[in-house]
């Protein structure tokens, strides 16, 4: 319980930071658009360059962190790794079409109605389009944003760096033939600069930079001072940068927010209720049956129910165009993604003791 008590005020009121960042995030969008435009139009490939520089900040001190000796032996804990596989890949992307379809198609269908032109110039439902949307962060687990999760859930942050490799490789092969069988599309583009450009900029780049001054940290100045100095600096550093993250991310969008406010509402319920499926599933599920640890377990079960909603909006936006509901239905999956990780985080270390571990 120890270091419950030294948690900091960020730490410990992490939720309503979060709430409050979303909401200046969102007015920021709304009176100074012109500022949130030119900042969302610094990009390569599509991927934000100043979501990548907070997202350096974030993952960094985590990075960090990370003894790689770990890391090995995660490596050769092959049960944590093939469930992630086995749910993000056999699981996921169908139930996340199911929930869609259900509320979206049958459920909220008549609070949904229109159609709209979409990029090939055809003519859709919206509600069809908002499914495709979903399908969309369906087939894209997370990948950087995992290790935010599995650190704020105290989890095995090497093995949580193991699956995050893993299952981005995953993407490149299997991302294109999921979303065009589930899209029902003959041919589904792939933003594979994307995919490829993120994972450098959020995970290769702290990673390497982690390992390195680590090294040189510990070297020069000896493990205490590095463990009791200088991780104790870093833990405010990747906070305040997930905040600012936030603000970043939705006053790019916040225009968007404002001006659709119901249709949000009906879009967030299935991908809560995804999120949350997939998370119990894994965590109270398979983790039980296949015997993990605790710190094992907790982000297993995170990787699949978190979504890499920067290649599902470079990808909507590609299929469908920027202004379409599929693109709608990505931004949703970054309105929610946030609060209801967090409130994963918290059910995770409350449901600590189901895995026999000291709490």
Known sequence: METEKRLNIFEKYLTLWVLLCIAVGIILGKIAPGIAIKLDSMSIYQVSIPIAICLFFMMYPIMVKIDFT?????AKTPKPVAMTL???????????????????????????????????????????????????????PCTAMVLMWSYLAKGNDGLTLVMVAIN???MLVLYAPLGGF??????????????????????ALPLIAGYFSRKWIIKSKGFDWFNEKFV?????????????????????????????????????????IQTIFIFSIGYFLF????????????????????????????????????????????????LIEVPVMLMLVSVSKKYRHLFNERI
Not at 70 to 74: M, P, R, S, T
Not at 116 to 130: C, D, N
Not at 182 to 203: C, D, E, H, K, R
Not at 288 to 317: C, Q
Request: charge should be neutral; aromatic fraction near 12%; proline fraction near 5%.
């Open 70 to 74: 770990e890391v090995i032996k995660a």
């Open 86 to 140: 086995i749910v993000n890949w056999a699981i996921k992307p169908f139930t996340m079409y199911l929930f869609a379809y259900l509320f979206l198609g049958v459920l909220f269908r008549k609070f949904l109605p229109g159609t709209e032109i979409i990029k090939s110039g055809q003519e859709v439902e919206l509600w069809r389009s908002y499914i495709s949307g979903t399908i969309l962060l369906g087939i894209a």
């Open 168 to 170: 981005s490789l995953t």
């Open 182 to 203: 589930l899209l029902g599309v003959n041919a589904m583009p792939i933003p594979w600069q994307t995919i490829l450009f993120s994972v450098g900029i959020y995970v």
């Open 232 to 272: 104790h600096f870093l833990t405010p550093v990747s906070i305040g940068a997930l905040l600012i993250t936030l603000i970043l991310l939705f006053s790019f969008k916040g225009e968007i927010i404002v001006q659709n406010p119901l249709t949000i509402f009906w879009i967030a319920i299935p991908l809560s």
């Open 287 to 334: 983790s039980r049956w296949l015997k993990l640890s605790y710190e094992d377990a907790a982000p297993a079960a995170m990787i699949g129910a978190s979504n890499h909603f920067e290649v599902a909006i470079a990808t909507a936006t590609m299929l469908f165009g920027l202004s379409s509901g599929a693109a709608l239905a990505t931004v949703v999956g970054v």
